[in-house]
């Protein structure tokens, strides 16, 4: 057994960072030295993480020397800068981005479903799937291996803290401006109104709203979060031609991102074997009693590590088809968790 490996988290002072120092605080220790890196007016910061205060590296090609494993929380520019830089140290980095998910030397991995794909990382990075994507894959995927998936139709429902701390300063301000006023929403207008310019990285208000739209603009008429879960779902399940349509839609919860999923399988099977199946899937939860009014709701979901899942139906037009609810914490599994489990598979592989 060789020396614990030491670990760079990169964007540690951001929303997913601080979610990463929390876990590994709560989860068994792997890591030798943790070494927390972010930008230039970071620097020189400290921050709790495993029960001591850690000064903040800027990022430099430097901060690499000696480290083993990076997660990386940074924007797609920074990570297509850096990463690479970061490899080049012999490091190998688990990014959360979207810059490399799609690209074929690079493994898109979620432990639960392909941790086999970790093997072949020619570019020294391993991406971390899109939180929405995330959420939904969890509950599809064991179905996936029992029935065969064919197709997929889905709905999401995604929180602000998907579009960062400025999406969630954004909607309570909004909530604030709206508080009291119990004519709002129910006249042409006012809703806008009384928000003001005050949308921030939205394209029109939340509060008492939902907006049918989350990422930028893609080729006839779709958006880049739908894209990125029809294109993740099909690499991470291995299956490049699997159909898939989806409406992304941002609404006003704060964490937890939801998806609404119609799944047709090549095998037909009730929903009491979906419930069996899932019940025994490893990272979901099996909430689904609708006469006791128990849902999966981010509500419940929020600060937790599964995916929860429920209202579990055989359609009603196609015995080989599903209908079902997910909800998941994108700070969580979305994001910061399944970053770090697959760094401490990477770990675990290092200290052999």
């Known amino acids: 057994m060789g020396a614990q490996p030491t670990l760079a988290v990169v964007g540690a002072t951001g929303s997913v960072g601080t979610v990463m120092r929390e876990l590994l605080t709560s989860r068994r220790n792997v890591w030798g030295e943790i070494r927390l890196v972010a930008s230039a007016r970071s620097a020189g910061k400290e921050l709790s993480c495993r029960g001591e205060q850690l000064v903040v590296h800027e990022l430099t090609p430097q901060v690499f020397d000696g480290v083993d494993v990076a997660m990386f929380d940074v924007p797609d520019d920074i990570s297509l800068e850096w990463a690479p830089v970061a490899a080049a140290h012999g490091v190998t980095v688990v990014d959360n981005s979207a810059a490399w998910r799609m690209d074929p030397q690079v493994p898109l991995v979620v432990p639960e479903v392909n941790r086999e794909a970790l093997r072949h990382r020619p570019r020294g990075i391993v991406a971390n799937a899109n939180c929405t994507t995330m959420a939904m894959i969890m509950a599809v995927a064991p179905l996936h291996l029992e029935y065969g998936l064919r197709e997929l139709v889905v709905a999401s429902y995604q929180a602000v803290s998907g579009a960062g701390q400025l999406g969630v300063d954004t909607l309570h301000d909004q909530l604030s401006k709206v508080a009291g006023d119990r004519m709002l929403g129910s006249r042409p207008g006012n809703v806008r109104q009384a928000v003001g310019d005050d949308i921030g990285p939205f394209p029109a208000p939340l509060a008492l709203n939902v907006v049918p739209w989350a990422g930028d603009l893609a080729p006839l008429g779709w958006s880049s979060e739908e894209l990125m879960l029809r294109n993740e779902s099909r690499k991470i399940l291995g299956l490049p031609a699997l ?20 799944a047709v399988f090549g095998a037909e099977l009730t929903a009491d074997e979906a419930r069996q199946t899932l019940r025994n899937a490893p990272g979901v939860i099996l909430v689904d009693d609708p006469e006791s009014g128990e849902f999966p709701m981010p509500i419940d979901a929020v600060g937790t590590d599964p995916a929860w899942v429920g209202r579990i139906r055989r359609a009603l037009d196609d015995p080989r088809a599903l209908d079902l609810f997910i909800t998941a914490d994108n700070l969580r599994k979305g994001a910061a968790l399944n970053t770090v489990q697959i760094a401490e598979l990477l770990a675990v592989e290092l200290s052999k």
Request: glycine fraction near 4%; hydrophobic fraction near 45%.
């Open 243 to 262: 159909k898939v349509s989806a409406t992304c839609v941002r609404v006003p919860v704060v964490t937890g991102h939801s998806v609404a999923v119609h």
